[in-house]
């Protein structure tokens, strides 16, 4: 059994660890997924909109298939660095 507090150690982990490592600075790489996402859609979205979306397709997933714990490390992590985006803006 999985506890929230080691769930939520795991995502920050994640965040700060491995991924800031492989992908680079998180902020840099989610408003980076930003711009390009706006250029395919022709809307603006932001970094911030890009991790909320990113945790919501972690929570898509818990709906069908095996239970897979990745999905609530990913989730968690994404709405983590949402918020991370989120307090870094002028227009919180």
Do not use: C, P
Not at 7 to 22: C, F, H, K, M
Not at 34 to 46: G, Q
């Amino acid at each position: 059994m999985k506890y929230a507090s080691e769930i939520l150690q795991i995502a920050s982990n994640l965040v700060s660890g491995d991924r800031q490592e492989q992908h680079g600075d998180k902020v840099a790489n989610h408003n980076n997924i930003a711009k390009l996402w706006s250029a395919y859609l022709d809307i603006d979205i932001s970094g911030h909109d890009v991790a909320v979306l990113m945790s919501l397709l972690k929570i898509a997933r818990t709906k069908l298939g095996s239970f897979n714990i990745d999905d609530y490390y990913d989730g968690s992590a994404y709405i983590g660095i949402a918020g991370e985006i989120k307090s870094q803006t002028k227009d919180k």
